[in-house]
């Protein structure tokens, strides 16, 4: 008959290496704050850096740590991370997949393909859309019914919301 912890991740067995339990736990925990960041770090793993104010989350990305968000401990303000942004110019282009906000600057026709998720926010930022065609098509699925929609006014905009295979205006 099985002992009583058969199964689970931990037995009665308390011969495991001292170094093999600080691993699991270092692991378990994967979120620092200080004013180094923490050795050896994973994919994924948050450090609010305390070496500048306001204090800076950042994630370690596999290569190097990414700024995300801040803290004012000093005002207690929270600062989320900003969205996201790509400049277009010219061209057929595919938007980024984490871009929020899309800076649209024509000085020729743009055909601006969706791609990932929304919400994004896409801008005439020249108010040249009026002249040159600005559309907007998705890589998969349609846009409220529509296989495009373009901006045709100077200096316009459209808000829009997606779930990966159908967007909407918002």
């Known amino acids: 008959m099985p002992g009583p912890n ?5 037995s009665n067995d308390l011969s495991l290496p001292a170094s093999a339990i600080n691993s699991a736990l270092l692991n378990a925990y994967t979120e620092f704050y ?3 960041p923490p050795a050896d770090p994973q994919p994924g793993w948050k450090w609010w850096n305390s ?3 306001p204090v800076l989350r ?18 207690h303000i ?5 969205p996201r942004k790509q400049t277009v110019t010219n061209g057929a282009v595919a938007m980024l997949a984490s871009a929020g906000i899309v800076l649209l600057k024509p000085t020729n026709t743009i055909t601006l393909t969706l791609a990932g998720v929304g919400p994004v926010t896409i801008k005439d930022l020249l108010g040249a859309c009026g002249t040159y065609a600005c559309t907007i098509v998705p890589n998969v699925g349609t846009i409220d019914g529509l296989t495009e929609i ?6 316009g905009s459209v808000n ?3 779930d990966g295979t159908t967007w ?3």
Do not use: H, M
């Open 168 to 170: 909407g205006r918002y």
């Open 34 to 36: 200080g004013s180094t």
């Open 160 to 162: 829009l919301v997606g």
């Open 6 to 10: 058969t199964g689970y991740p931990f």
């Open 51 to 53: 070496s500048q104010t």
């Open 58 to 75: 950042q994630i370690w990305d596999g290569t190097q740590w990414v700024s995300a968000e801040q803290l004012d401990t000093s005002a």
């Open 150 to 155: 373009a901006i045709t006014e100077n200096y």
């Open 78 to 82: 929270y600062i989320p991370a900003p």
